[in-house]
């Protein structure tokens, strides 16, 4: 069964720190691109951070450039968000979820984990 | 980045209507379009890529259509269980937005 579970769930101080892992199984890690997402309270869906199959291309939302650093561990089969420099606007319920290559839809997601930036 | 634009943002509509969902983006994204269903409190549900393939499992009452910049999601019949947040995304290259989302609420 195809299964993406996110964790680091936290509240964390403006200007701080959060690292967000997603472990993955039922499937070949490496075969597939694997995505960020987050939603903001009562808001929409918005696209955060994307790593290609081969891992040799990310991509970035203009938000989160520059702050948020998107890795993995293949030996882990685990997916990572690094974010720093947090603002109270990044909080939201982040999903990790994959696609079947970067030209696809996204077909399995995480059930999401909050971060919560406040003071 | 690509801008993605749905309407309406939220839609009215009684069980066994027909429901038309736009998507228009701000520049050409060929087929790369994908649709998702959101209910509250659960991750989304992925419909529909590629513009109108169906994924698999998902009731053929949905349905894609578009290409270029102007989409469309419909639902021919709609049932209790499509009330929900719909949403469109485009993939390009290296490069993922989704629209702001439609809200399907029960007349």
């Known amino acids: 069964e195809v299964q993406v579970v996110e964790s680091g769930e936290g509240l964390v101080q403006p200007g701080g720190s959060l690292r967000l892992s997603c472990a993955a199984s039922?499937?070949?890690?490496?075969?597939?691109?694997m995505h960020w997402v987050r939603q903001a309270p009562g808001r929409g869906l918005e696209y955060v951070s994307g790593?290609?199959?081969?891992?040799?291309?990310?991509y970035y939302a203009d938000s989160v450039k520059d702050r948020f650093t998107i890795s993995r561990d293949i030996s882990k089969n685990t997916l990572y968000l690094q974010m720093g420099s947090l603002r109270v606007e990044d909080m939201a319920v982040y999903y990790c979820?994959?696609?079947?290559?970067?030209?696809?839809?996204?077909?399995?997601w995480g059930q999401g984990t909050l971060v919560t930036v406040s003071s | 980045d690509i801008q993605m634009t749905q309407s309406p943002s939220t839609l009215s509509a009684s069980v066994g209507d027909r429901v038309t969902i736009t998507c228009r983006a701000s520049?050409?994204?060929?087929?790369?379009l994908a649709w998702y269903q959101q209910k509250p409190g659960k991750a989304p549900k992925l419909l529909i890529y590629?513009?109108?393939t169906l994924e698999s499992g998902v009731p053929s009452r949905f349905s894609g259509s578009g290409s270029g910049t102007e989409f469309t999601l419909t639902i021919s019949s709609l049932q209790p269980d499509d009330f929900a947040t719909y949403y469109c995304?485009?993939?390009?290259?290296?490069?993922?937005?989704f629209g702001q989302g439609t809200k399907v609420e029960i007349k």
């Open positions: 995304q485009q993939y390009t290259s290296y490069s993922r937005t």
């Open positions: 790593m290609s199959s081969d891992g040799g291309s990310t």
């Open positions: 039922g499937f070949i890690f490496s075969n597939y691109a």
């Open positions: 979820a994959r696609s079947n290559g970067w030209y696809s839809g996204i077909d399995y």
């Open positions: 590629k513009a109108s």
């Open positions: 520049q050409s994204i060929s087929r790369w």
